[in-house]
Nanobody, 124 residues
Framework: QVQLVDTGGGFVQAGGSLRLSCAASGRTFSSYAMGWFRQAPGKEREFVAAITWNGGATSYADSVKGRFTISRDNAKSTVYLQMNSLKPEDTAVYHC?????????????????WGQGTQVTVSS
């Protein structure tokens, strides 16, 4: 069992930056691939970024490539999402997710555990 706690959201003007954190419980964090997803009001949950269990590979949605960076610190059982050059269309609730295994997952369905979400609001 893994519990995920998302933090770091907030209100920021367009062009600003935020860093989201997702802290995981348990001793096996390094066994999990991690991902970030977001959901805006009235829209489906969409993929943002993913990282393998050892941080050796990452994947990004086209809409955030070059602006967002996913990283992890297995010693701290935490995954991060650094978000730069934020745009109003980035406004959403952001959730981290965990999937046991070595892969890299861009779809929500394979993930086993989800954080509660943190709100990001970007004003124009």
């Amino acid at each position: 069992q893994v519990q995920l706690v998302d933090t770091g959201g907030g209100f920021v003007q367009a062009g600003g930056s935020l860093r989201l954190s997702c802290a995981a419980s348990g001793r096996t964090f390094s066994s999990y691939a991690m991902g970030w997803f977001r959901q805006a009001p009235g829209k489906e949950r969409e993929f943002v970024a993913a990282i393998t269990w050892n941080g050796g590979a990452t994947s990004y949605a086209d809409s955030v490539k070059g602006r967002f960076t996913i990283s992890r610190d297995n010693a701290k059982s935490t995954v991060y999402l650094q978000m730069n050059s934020l745009k109003p269309e980035d406004t959403a609730v952001y959730h981290c997710a965990a999937k046991r295994g070595p892969g890299l997952y861009r779809e929500p369905r394979p993930y086993d555990y989800w954080g509660q979400g943190t709100q990001v609001t970007v004003s124009s």
